[in-house]
C-alpha cells in the first residue's frame, strides 16, 4: 500500500479536525539524524549534509518546541 500525499493530508485533516497534531519525538529526530549521518562526507558532501541537517533542525524545531539542535547536530556527526 502507497501513502499518497492526498491521503496523508486527508489524514492530517481528520487529526486536526479532532483537536489534535502529532508532535514530533525523540525517536523520529534520531531516525533523521541517523540517516543523515550516513550521508557520504567527500569534497562537495559536507555542505549538503550540513545544509540537510539544517533544514530539518528547523523543521523540527516548528514541530516540537522540545527540539534539542545540539544534540540533533551531534547525531548527526555534525558540530551545531
Known sequence: MTLTTE?????DKRTAERGKMD?????????????IAKMPDFE???DI????????ADACAANN????????FAACGLSS
Open 49 to 56: 549534509k550540513q545544509s540537510t541537517a539544517l533544514q530539518f
Open 65 to 72: 518546541p522540545r527540539f534539542d539542535r545540539r544534540r540533533f
Open 7 to 11: 491521503s496523508a493530508l486527508r489524514k
Open 44 to 46: 562537495f558532501g559536507a
Open 23 to 35: 508532535t514530533l519525538q525523540h525517536r523520529h529526530f534520531a531516525f533523521i539524524a541517523s540517516v
